[in-house]
């Protein structure tokens, strides 16, 4: 009997689920029932060519919640009808333009007012909005932009130095298609656009505020938004997500796991160029013509009082987060806030019910998804310590170490795990439960394992490990492969190790994540090998040189420091050694260096350092 190479950590809680907590949370689903049956059409039924999109979701609910507050931000409240008129204005815009259906717009902007506009402007006219990482910049930058062939370009003040950093390298560049945003109310006149730039302000002052009539209506079917993954190897790569992806969210979260009313705000910190908050927390938001509040960034120090300023009944989340507030020092008002639901993902079962009752969230709407995947599980029923149950078919199988690859018996199939042991999930594709991939063809097809348990089958590689903890509920364990998480963010190995290489100096250079007591996911921790061994190693400009290239998340925490790396007899790195010894100090001859909070510079990593590290000292 062939076995995993290895099996994945335990998580520090591991639930079991039974037939008996599934009927104590039945009374809660019945009241929901209409609301349930509601979703479900959404969630499992909308065919792709059905002449309806997220844009007509506005336009509707400009009708039915005119007046109703549709998105809060600082001191800003927009209806849903001024919003609804806002992104006709762009909608014109870019149709005077020439954007016509399956053309794509870039926007690059932080969490504001003038991205959902945008968005829903070009989606109006058929147009798909590939939603820029803020963090990005230069050759990636310029990559992922490069990747869907924008038409035309929305760019933030707040990211215009990010733009121009990878200028030189953006393919479809004209004097007239970049848009450029000012970091105050756009919608006024204000000030002067750099060179090379134009104005939205002025760009929109004479469109009209009607809902643009298209001669062939757009469909379901058609892509609504591009979002980009690091995938498992190499630089970011454009998922496709189409409006049939977003109604997914749209009824199974809003109608079905929150069934939010006009009455609630769902207040949202995480960027919306990730899926948790464009298609989840804005979704669920539509679907109960609820207003969304936002901002910029997370902020712990300023979490409650903005619930409390925007009335925030429901908020969305990434593990992270809730570890930053969890670690927030108590106060007597901690239960004094109308927050009642929470929805996303990344929760440790490790600080599941502290936060829960510290804070008295009542409902924990926790997820599993893939910006390109095509199985997503959630927590319909509110239990604790899961990422709920898929209607999705699904299997969990054996897989090698440190890789997202699956193990094959001696015929070439595929072995399913016991229940409750970790396996590689798999999403089946089918033509409900499609693959909706990557834009480049490549990608896709390397992610889709074929003949997997029988002749013709073909199975989405998630590249995720997961345990069934019973009734077809899930609990999350780890991410595999050459991705690790960090802060909230899928950090791709290579495209850490190509900086490396950009900087000089470096021999080879081999990327992966490391675990940190008292921290959530894995941080980055890179093995070098320096040209010069003689020479040493200045922290200072080591650091500089990623910060030039990289976001802060994806910049490696520890650096080992040695003469040479081993590897296979097929000359491939045991990646899997270096993740076992990580920032251990015990391997002779190797300088380990660590980059600790608030510094500008790698510094030697000390047995009374380490220490402080793993009693909590820092916070990563």
């Not at 099996?7 to 039945?26: F, M, Y």
């Not at 969210?249 to 960027?271: E, K, N, Q, R």
């Not at 997961?466 to 050459?482: A, E, K, P, S, W």
């Not at 000089?504 to 010069?532: C, F, H, R, S």
Request: proline content about 5%; glycine content about 8%; charged content about 20%.
């Amino acid at each position: 009997m062939t076995t995993p190479d290895v099996t994945a950590a335990e998580p520090a809680v591991s639930e079991r689920i039974t037939l008996k907590d599934i009927a104590a949370q039945l009374p809660w689903a019945a009241r929901k029932l209409p609301s349930l049956l509601k979703g479900y059409y959404y969630f499992a039924l909308l065919k792709p060519k059905k002449a309806f999109t997220m844009a007509d979701v506005i336009a509707d609910n400009a009708v039915r919640f005119a007046r109703r507050p549709a998105l809060m931000y600082r001191d800003l409240t927009l209806s849903y009808e001024q919003l609804n008129a806002w992104a006709n204005q762009f909608a014109h815009y870019f149709r005077a333009q020439g954007l016509t259906r399956g053309d794509v717009v870039a926007i690059n902007l932080e969490n504001r007012p003038e991205l959902f506009a945008a968005l829903i402007g070009a989606n109006k006219v058929g147009a798909a909005a590939a939603m820029i990482n803020t963090s990005q910049r230069g050759h990636v930058l310029a990559h992922s932009l490069n990747l869907t062939q924008p038409k035309l370009f929305v760019i933030g003040e707040e990211q215009v130095e990010a733009f121009e950093s990878a200028r030189a390298e953006i393919n479809n560049l004209t004097a007239t298609n970049v848009l450029f945003v000012p970091d105050d109310d756009s919608r006024m006149k204000t000030g002067k656009a750099p060179k090379g730039y134009v104005n939205i302000a002025s760009a929109l002052e004479k469109c009209p505020t009607t809902n643009p009539v298209l001669a062939t209506p757009n469909q379901a079917g058609d892509t609504a938004v591009y979002l980009f993954t690091s995938g498992t190897t190499g630089l970011p790569k454009a998922a496709p997500s189409s409006h049939r992806k977003w109604f997914k969210a749209y009824g199974g979260f809003g109608h079905m796991c929150l069934s939010l009313t006009p009455d609630d705000v769902i207040y949202v910190t995480l960027p919306f160029y990730h899926g948790t908050a464009l298609l989840v927390c804005w979704g669920a938001a539509l679907a109960g013509g609820s207003a969304i509040a936002v901002r910029r960034k997370f902020s712990a120090s300023e979490f409650w009082n903005d619930v409390r300023r925007y009335n925030a009944t429901c908020f969305g989340y990434v593990g992270e987060l809730c570890r930053y507030l969890l670690n927030q020092p108590e106060r007597p008002d901690d239960r004094q806030h109308p927050l009642r639901m929470m929805v996303g993902n990344g929760l440790r079962p490790s600080i599941w019910k502290a936060f829960k009752d510290r804070f008295g969230i009542e409902q924990i709407s926790e997820l599993y998804g893939a910006s390109e995947g095509n199985v997503g599980f959630s927590n319909f029923l509110n239990l604790d310590n899961t990422v709920g149950f898929s209607t999705a078919p699904f299997e969990l199988v054996k897989f090698h170490e440190g890789t997202r690859e699956p193990i094959r018996d001696a015929k070439g199939r595929l072995q399913r795990v016991t229940k409750g042991e970790p396996g590689l999930l798999l999403g089946k594709i089918t033509p409900k439960w499609n693959f909706e991939g990557y834009s480049q063809k490549e990608a896709t097809e390397k992610a889709i394992l074929r003949d997997a348990f029988r002749k013709g089958d073909a199975w989405f590689n998630t590249g995720d490990v997961l345990r069934n903890i019973g009734c077809r509920h899930l609990q999350f364990v780890d991410r595999m492969g050459d991705t690790y998480r960090w802060k909230g963010e899928n950090v791709s190995t290579t495209e850490v190790e190509n900086a490396f290489d950009r900087i000089g100096g470096i021999q080879e250079a081999i990327v992966y994540g490391v675990e940190i007591p008292n921290t959530n996911g894995k941080a980055g921790m890179a093995t070098l090998v320096p040209i010069d061994p003689e020479r040493p190693v200045d922290g200072k400009a080591l650091l500089a040189g990623l910060q030039g290239q990289l976001p802060p998340y994806a910049i490696p925490v520890f650096l080992r420091i040695t003469d040479a790396i081993e590897k296979t007899g097929t000359f491939k790195y045991r990646k899997v050694d270096l993740k076992n010894t990580g920032y251990s100090l015990d391997k002779a001859g190797d300088q380990v260096l660590v980059w600790l909070p608030g510094s500008d510079a790698y510094q030697p990593l000390t047995q009374e350092v380490l220490q402080q590290i793993e009693s909590g000292a820092y916070r990563f």
